[in-house]
């Protein structure tokens, strides 16, 4: 028996990271330009870590009182 799924691609493209998150590419680049959000930066492509951009989510969390 084999498995057919994919496995989940620990670097994604600004389009993937958009998709990722729930945004727009724009907001996506705007982290990268900011610093908020570290970027690999392999020529002119952006990569963005899962694990950067699962931190980035708990960063911006925010708890009732």
Same mark, same amino acid.
Do not use: E
């Given at each position: 028996?084999?498995?057919?799924?994919?496995?989940?691609?620990?670097? +994604?493209?600004? &389009?993937?990271?958009?998709?990722?998150?729930?945004?727009?590419?724009?907001?996506? @680049?705007?982290?990268?330009? =900011?610093?908020?959000?570290?970027?690999?930066? +392999?020529?002119? &492509?952006?990569?963005?870590?899962?694990?950067?951009?699962?931190?980035?989510?708990? @960063?911006?969390?925010?708890? =009732?009182?």
């Amino acid at each position: 028996m084999t498995n057919n799924s994919k496995p989940t691609p620990r670097l +994604f493209n600004v &389009r993937d990271a958009a998709a990722y998150l729930g945004t727009t590419v724009w907001f996506i @680049r705007n982290l990268g330009w =900011s610093d908020s959000l570290p970027v690999l930066k +392999f020529g002119n &492509r952006w990569l963005f870590d899962k694990a950067d951009l699962d931190a980035y989510v708990d @960063r911006m969390k925010t708890q =009732s009182a």
